[in-house]
Structures are given as C-alpha cells and as structure tokens.
C-alpha cells in the first residue's frame, strides 16, 4: 500500500510551526515557502518538493528495513537529503534515518536509510503517528533548502 502526502506546503500554520520547530531541533533550521498572493501560493503548491513513501505495514513495521522514499520537485542546488523518521505521539521519539545523494531520480531506495533507523513500531494495540522528515540539503549550508513532512499511522494490531 502507498500512503501520499496530503498536507499543502504553506496552509497549515499550525502544523508547519510545530514540523519547524521539530525540524530546527533536528537539523538547524527549517526552511519554508513564502507567497504573496493566492496565484503566488498556487505556483509554488504546484512546482514544490513533494514526497511519497512507499511503506508497507507487512514490509517495514518494526523493520530495519527502510520503505523506498520518492521525491517530487527537488530544490535547485539540493545535493543530499536527509530522512529522519519520528514518532509524534505524547513524547517524541527518534527512530533513525539517513542521508542520501541526490542523484537527480528522486528515489531514495529502500533500505537507503541506515543510521539506527527502526521502522515504525508502535505497541501493541496502541495508536501512533510516524513522520518521514525528509529535507533538500545543500552541501556546506546546515539550513535546508525545503522540508516536507510525510505521516504514518501503521494499523493497530
């Protein structure tokens, strides 16, 4: 099963103020889409990085085994992004991720990320909320060029 990502870029203040802050504690900085006007967010909506993650609850549930992550509209000069995977529930929790070369696919292959990365593993008969936080990063420049944020909800077992 694919999961995609629902969240515009710049319409939920709310969401994208708590994904920066997460996303400064993570990586220094978070870096987020300005617009002016409905045609400007309209524009940017269209032509801004988005991402899929093709995680499959029998494949990577409680796995080591990073779902492959695709990337849409990458950010000119992006040369690596960076993957964390966090569980958003009463405390956050870090569950790992990666770094990877931007390649000019956008696919960041299964199994890619690899530093203590756990996949999603809630407790059993418990609900709990993932996050791929996955950011363009320049080389040199520790503010990322965009981040996206793409939520998990494995099924309750």
Same mark, same amino acid.
């Given at each position: 099963?694919?999961?995609?990502?629902?969240?515009?870029?710049?319409?939920?203040? +709310? +969401?994208?103020?708590?994904?920066?802050?997460?996303?400064?504690?993570?990586?220094? !900085?978070?870096?987020? +889409?300005?617009? !002016?006007?409905?045609?400007?967010?309209?524009?940017?909506?269209?032509?801004?990085?988005?991402?899929?993650?093709?995680?499959?609850?029998?494949?990577?549930?409680?796995?080591?085994?990073?779902?492959?992550?695709?990337?849409?509209?990458?950010?000119? !000069?992006?040369?690596?992004?960076?993957?964390?995977?966090?569980?958003?529930?009463?405390?956050?929790?870090?569950? !790992?991720?990666?770094?990877?070369?931007?390649?000019?696919?956008?696919?960041?292959?299964?199994?890619?990320?690899?530093?203590?990365?756990?996949?999603?593993?809630?407790?059993?008969?418990?609900?709990?909320?993932?996050?791929?936080?996955?950011?363009?990063?320049?080389?040199?420049?520790?503010?990322?060029?965009?981040?996206?944020?793409?939520?998990?909800?494995?099924?309750?077992?």
């Amino acid at each position: 099963m694919q999961y995609r990502s629902s969240f515009p870029p710049c319409r939920h203040a +709310l +969401l994208l103020l708590s994904l920066c802050v997460t996303g400064a504690t993570l990586t220094g !900085g978070c870096s987020l +889409l300005d617009s !002016g006007s409905d045609a400007a967010t309209a524009d940017n909506e269209q032509n801004s990085m988005s991402i899929e993650v093709k995680y499959s609850d029998n494949m990577h549930r409680c796995s080591r085994v990073s779902p492959e992550i695709n990337v849409q509209n990458i950010p000119d !000069g992006t040369d690596t992004f960076m993957v964390r995977l966090i569980e958003v529930d009463a405390q956050e929790r870090f569950c !790992g991720g990666g770094n990877w070369r931007n390649d000019g696919s956008g696919i960041i292959p299964e199994g890619a990320l690899t530093q203590h990365y756990q996949g999603p593993c809630p407790q059993a008969g418990r609900e709990s909320t993932y996050h791929y936080v996955v950011s363009a990063m320049k080389n040199g420049n520790p503010q990322p060029l965009m981040v996206r944020v793409f939520p998990v909800t494995p099924e309750v077992r």
